[in-house]
């Protein structure tokens, strides 16, 4: 793992973007749709501004501040660039860490209703069903999901089908 989480590396668990503070937004739902994205051809379109500008930029009326403003997006958007990947990694292995955590957790809840069931058969043990009634609910709850899923397409594929 890497040591400094101000240059994470992908797979580090550390990351400190603490110095992108000043430029980060958190932007409304949908409020990317439309925006620009980089496209084929960038580098050569940057250099033509830069190397144009101390000689025709005032005549093309591009001024100083606007060139500062794009070499400032430029090295902004390097600075984000350096964190994307750690951090895109730190998300997937959470988010796969996650599913395993709650995988174990439905497993061992599917291993109590299970002895339940074994053991609500044992004389003595018949108020146990009732006991663990939620318990045993749960642990079917994806199977009887399924089923009802399996139903509404049955039926929004006949009801699609042309009369034969």
């Known amino acids: 793992?890497?040591?400094?989480?101000?240059?994470?590396?992908?797979?580090?668990?550390?990351?400190?973007?603490?110095?992108?503070?000043?430029?980060?937004?958190?932007?409304?739902?949908?409020?990317?749709?439309?925006?620009?994205?980089?496209?084929?051809?960038?580098?050569?379109?940057?250099?033509?501004?830069?190397?144009?500008?101390?000689?025709?930029?005032?005549?093309?009326?591009?001024?100083?501040?606007?060139?500062e403003e794009l070499t400032g997006l430029g090295t902004s958007i390097a600075s984000v660039d350096r964190f994307l990947p750690a951090a895109r990694k730190l998300v997937e292995l959470l988010t796969e860490t996650r599913a395993k955590l709650e995988d174990d957790r439905y497993q061992i809840i599917s291993a109590v209703a299970n002895m339940v069931d074994r053991r609500a058969t044992r004389a003595g043990n018949g108020d146990l069903l009732a006991r663990y009634e939620k318990t045993r609910t749960y642990r079917s709850a994806i199977g009887v999901k399924a089923a009802k899923t399996r139903e509404k397409n049955s039926l929004e594929q006949s009801a699609s089908a042309p009369p034969a």
């Open 1 to 67: 793992m890497s040591s400094d989480p101000k240059n994470p590396r992908s797979s580090d668990l550390a990351i400190d973007a603490t110095e992108l503070s000043a430029i980060i937004v958190d932007l409304e739902t949908g409020a990317m749709q439309g925006m620009r994205t980089a496209q084929d051809g960038l580098e050569e379109t940057l250099e033509e501004i830069l190397v144009n500008q101390s000689t025709d930029g005032a005549r093309a009326g591009v001024s100083d501040s606007l060139i």
